[in-house]
């Protein structure tokens, strides 16, 4: 079993609509969570941090249930320039970040 | 605007040739990752350094690749004779104390042939 799962997509939405990720993770231990994004060709960038709380950014929702050990990232009015892979992202107790395959999101007009 | 940089961009080579693949982490970051990602398995850490010392390269075909950190602002990756199945993109990425923010580079896409 991969440490972190995502389900690869694609997730194909119309602009203007809601979209939701969700990734688990294996090691309960983990202390810290993220998204990363990625646009295709290029390097990736943190999108944002995940607290036990949840936190949200401007259109950008992210949520950790530890019990069940799962993260989502909810995505509202989606824009065509949300079309990327976000990478779920999961490090335990040392510096490794462990990077989930990532799911592609496909924004059309 | 501070980045990380890696040189080259791009590198084709013919299998068994020797690849180096360098990284310049942001100035003042003292922890420093290469990855490798193919479409496949996604990102794959290969070996991390702090403060230029080797941490873990648990993830790195010992036979074929090394990792050095020569001084704090360079890091070099190099694959010994290279294979076909080393295709694939190569990242470096930097982190500052008391950060989990990693600041990748723009990545040395390799193709060995």
């Known amino acids: 079993r991969k440490e972190v799962e995502q389900d690869p997509g694609p997730f194909n939405v119309p602009e203007g609509a809601t979209v939701a990720f969700n990734c688990t993770y294996s090691?309960?231990?983990?202390?810290?969570f993220f998204w990363y994004r990625q646009d295709c060709r290029k390097e990736p960038k943190l999108l944002m941090s995940?607290?036990?709380s949840g936190n949200e950014d401007g259109r950008f929702t992210a949520q950790l249930n530890r019990a069940s050990q799962y993260i989502s990232l909810l995505i509202r009015d989606s824009e065509l320039s949300d079309s990327a892979t976000y990478l779920c992202?999961?490090?335990?107790?040392?510096?490794?970040?462990?990077f989930g395959t990532g799911t592609r999101l496909q924004v059309f007009p | 605007d501070a980045r990380v940089t890696q040189t080259p961009r791009h590198k084709v080579t013919e299998m068994g040739q020797e690849v180096t693949m360098r990284c310049q982490p942001i100035?003042?970051?003292?922890?420093v990752f290469w990855y490798r990602q193919t479409m496949m398995q996604g990102l794959e850490l290969l070996a991390y350094?702090?403060?230029?010392?080797?941490?873990?390269d648990s993830g790195m075909p010992k036979d074929r690749f090394s990792a050095e950190m020569p001084d704090a602002t360079l890091a070099t990756l190099k694959i010994q004779p290279s294979e076909p199945r080393d295709s694939a993109v190569y990242f470096c990425?930097?982190?500052?104390?008391?950060?989990?923010?990693?600041?990748f580079g723009p990545g040395t896409r390799l193709t060995v042939t």
């Open positions: 990425a930097s982190v500052g104390a008391s950060s989990y923010e990693q600041y």
């Open positions: 992202v999961v490090n335990g107790n040392t510096d490794k970040l462990i």
């Open positions: 090691n309960s231990a983990s202390q810290s």
């Open positions: 995940v607290y036990s």
């Open positions: 350094f702090r403060n230029r010392a080797p941490l873990d």
């Open positions: 100035l003042g970051h003292n922890t």
